[in-house]
């Protein structure tokens, strides 16, 4: 069975341009978390969606939004970039979101903003 | 302020030693992870634990709740285990606090 899938691996965009990140859940999760890890830091989080709701939200600002679709794969926009959102974007995916099933985590997006 | 402390920063073992990573937490939680991130950057999850200790092969995780404190030890290091080991909690499960993470080397 497939684990936790992001696309694109690397990308490279300029300030002030928007990026969409994407993410498919190991098969039968349905929540879906995003974080923001920056280099030399813990990872940041983001967003928690289940069941196409977001439950949960980060200490990030409105530039950053997120959806789940019903297939539970799910995708983070991020608009008007700024240099300090070079990061390396983790997707991780759960059976629930609650705190006693475990987090799956995928290989991540390496977002760098010039 | 941190909700998840993680000590040491970084660590240099030669292979073979005995190492402990440790996790101190403030806020109450419903369960503990351990992660491991290899540079490149995928995070594996080596532990879930809510209670006691779990052990995986030459990996122990133990948690105490009362004192909010776990720790991950590793016998008979190898230099495959270097990597960032990052402890997180999930108060609710709507958010996880990750720690800044350890970073690990073992000398052959």
């Not at chain 2, 990052?86 to 993470?101: D, R």
Request: proline share 5%.
């Amino acid at each position: 069975d497939a684990g936790v899938t992001q696309s694109p691996t690397h990308l490279i965009k300029t300030r002030g341009q928007q990026v969409t990140l994407r993410c498919s859940p190991i098969s039968g999760h349905k929540s879906v978390s995003w974080y923001q890890q920056v280099l030399g830091q813990g990872p940041q989080f983001i967003f928690q969606y289940y069941e196409k709701e977001e439950r949960g939200r980060g200490n990030f600002p409105d530039r950053f939004s997120a959806r789940q679709f019903p297939n539970y794969s799910s995708e983070l926009n991020v608009n008007a970039l700024l240099l300090g959102d070079s990061a390396l974007y983790l997707c991780a995916s759960s059976f629930t979101p609650t705190g006693g099933y475990e987090q799956y985590f995928g290989p991540g997006t390496r977002l760098t903003v010039t | 302020k941190n909700e998840v402390e993680q000590s040491p920063q970084n660590l240099t073992a030669q292979e073979g030693e005995f190492i402990t990573i440790n996790c101190s937490y403030s806020v109450g939680i419903s369960a503990l992870h351990w992660l491991q991130q290899h540079p490149g950057g995928g995070i594996v999850s080596l532990f879930m634990l809510s209670s006691g200790k779990k052990k995986h092969g030459r990996l122990i995780a133990t948690i105490n709740i009362q004192e909010k404190h776990s720790s991950l030890h590793i016998t008979a290091s190898h230099p495959r285990d270097s990597a960032v080991y990052i402890c997180a909690v999930s108060p609710t499960g709507n958010q996880f606090y990750f720690g800044t993470g350890t970073s690990l080397t073992v000398i052959p």
